[in-house]
């Protein structure tokens, strides 16, 4: 109450001061915005323009403050704008700093199913095999037949069971539903020709065929080596929009179970995953714990320098990974032992 307070277009030194004072000492008051600006250019003496005082009661008092001086001269030690925007926006960032300050960490939690030694083993030189290494961490990659003929693509349908799906083998093709690169559900002989045809038309006679499973929100799980802060596990919405904007969240390795679940719900596009106009919520819960499992390989295997999993089909009832590739190279040096934080 009484805030914002204006000591009057004619104020000179004392009354500023006396302001800021009161402000400084009232614990109603948490951080403070002081703008000094004279009505009209040259209204006031170089002697009055010096303000260089007027702040000494908000320092002591420990609160965070913001100074925009449009005259005079500024504070030694205060954070000064030359704009109230910019002084704001500024003060909100330390706001919002201070409450991440003040969080739970969370907690790295145990995961089942995870086999370092056979992770280490599927890095094969500078290769790797994504299904194996994944496997080892306990995340399953939907498996696929390559197919360079309509016979051969025939062949691997029968193998996989009916109906199945035809995509195109380019590394860039794989998810593209939107470039007509994937055809799906194809549940005969007679729709997977057709399909065949019109892709080796259009992109080539190598091919891939994956058995059918249930739709679900497209998404997509990276792994980066960043120079700066190490390996770092990015979330995103799988689809040509998100992937424009860069609609990526990321999180430092190793990832805690808050890190996983903020890694979900923070991309623009999150509000696909809780049920948007009707939809049913996918299992999040699921997701978070891919997260947790990539974050374990990346602080276990120092080798993969890179990891994509594109796309990974969100549902109710769970998810399924359709494809994996991964990166391998030298592992870098990684001094710090402690935790990292983006």
């Not at 194809?186 to 080539?204: E, I, K, Q």
């Not at 799980?221 to 990015?234: I, T």
């Amino acid at each position: 109450e009484g805030y914002p307070r204006d000591v009057g277009p004619h104020a000179g030194v004392a009354e500023f001061t006396a302001a800021l004072a009161g402000a400084a000492a009232d614990d109603r008051v948490d951080a403070l915005v002081a703008v000094f600006a004279p009505p009209l250019p040259g209204q006031l003496t170089v002697e009055e323009a010096d303000v260089t005082a007027a702040l000494p009661a908000t320092l002591a008092a420990g609160k965070p403050t913001v100074v925009t001086f449009l005259a005079g001269r500024v504070p030694a030690g205060l954070p000064a704008y030359p704009s109230v925007e910019e002084a704001v926006r500024a003060l909100g960032r330390v706001g919002r700093y201070a409450g991440w300050l003040r969080r739970e960490p969370g907690t790295v939690p145990e995961l089942t199913g995870v086999d370092r030694a056979a992770g280490r083993a599927a890095l094969r030189g500078d290769t790797a095999d994504p299904v194996a290494l994944l496997a080892a961490y306990g995340v399953e990659v939907v498996g696929s037949a390559p197919a360079g003929s309509v016979d051969e693509a025939l062949a691997a349908a029968d193998r996989c069971g009916w109906p199945v799906a035809l995509k195109a083998a380019a590394p860039g093709l794989r998810h593209r539903l939107d470039l007509g690169a994937v055809r799906l559900d194809l549940a005969d002989p007679v729709a997977l020709r057709r399909a065949y045809a019109d892709l080796a038309a259009g992109f080539g006679a190598q091919v891939l065929v994956q058995p059918m499973v249930p739709p679900g929100v497209a998404c997509v799980v990276e792994l980066r080596e960043d120079p700066a802060f190490g390996p770092v596990v990015g979330f995103g919405l799988g689809g040509v929009a998100t992937e424009l904007l860069g609609d990526r969240a990321w999180r430092a390795v190793p990832l805690t179970d808050r890190d996983a679940a903020e890694l979900v719900d923070e991309p623009r596009a999150s509000p696909l995953l809780r049920g948007h106009r009707g939809a049913a919520p996918v299992d999040r819960a699921a997701l978070a714990d891919l997260l947790l499992r990539v974050g374990r390989l990346a602080d276990e295997q120092p080798r993969v320098r890179a990891l994509t999993l594109n796309p990974v089909l969100a549902r109710p009832d769970g998810i399924a990974v359709l494809h994996a590739a991964v990166g391998v190279g030298t592992a870098g040096a990684r001094p710090d032992t402690g935790p990292r934080r983006l």
